[in-house]
Nanobody
C-alpha cells in the first residue's frame, strides 16, 4: 500500500555534500516517524536520523552537526542533508516510514536504498 523511493545518492569527495530525498506514495492515512538508516559493507544496519510528523528529530552521534533531517508533509517526503561527508559515511542509505495504512494497520516500510560513496 505504500512505496518509498529514495534519490540523491552518488559519489562525492570528502568534505562535500549530498541531499537524499525519499518520497512516499500509495494509500495511507498518516505517516508517523520517518527516518534514514545506513548499512556499510560487513556492518549492521544502523540508525542515522529520524523525524516525527511534528518535526522532532533524533540523530546518531556520528552524524550530529553534519547531517540534517527534514520533511515536507505536504509532499510526503523526507530529506537528509549531508555535509562535511567523510569516507566512513559510505554506505547504502535506506529510507523508512511508520505508516498508518488503515484504522487497524500500522506498518513499517522501507525504500530500496541508495548508494552514497565518499571518496577522492
Amino acid at each position: 500500500q505504500v512505496q518509498l523511493v529514495e534519490s540523491g545518492g552518488g559519489l562525492v569527495q570528502p568534505g562535500g555534500s549530498l541531499r537524499l530525498s525519499c518520497a512516499a506514495s500509495g494509500t495511507f492515512l498518516v505517516i508517523n516517524v520517518m527516518g534514514w538508516y545506513r548499512q556499510a559493507p560487513g556492518k549492521q544496519r544502523e540508525l542515522v536520523a529520524t523525524i516525527s510528523s511534528g518535526g522532532s528529530t533524533n540523530y546518531a552521534d556520528s552524524v550530529k552537526g553534519r547531517f540534517t533531517i527534514s520533511r515536507d508533509n505536504a509532499k510526503n517526503t523526507v530529506y537528509l542533508q549531508m555535509s562535511d561527508l567523510k569516507p566512513e559515511d559510505t554506505a547504502v542509505y535506506y529510507c523508512t516510514a511508520n505508516v498508518l495504512v488503515s484504522l487497524f494497520a500500522l506498518n513499517d516500510y522501507w525504500g530500496q536504498g541508495t548508494q552514497v560513496t565518499v571518496s577522492s
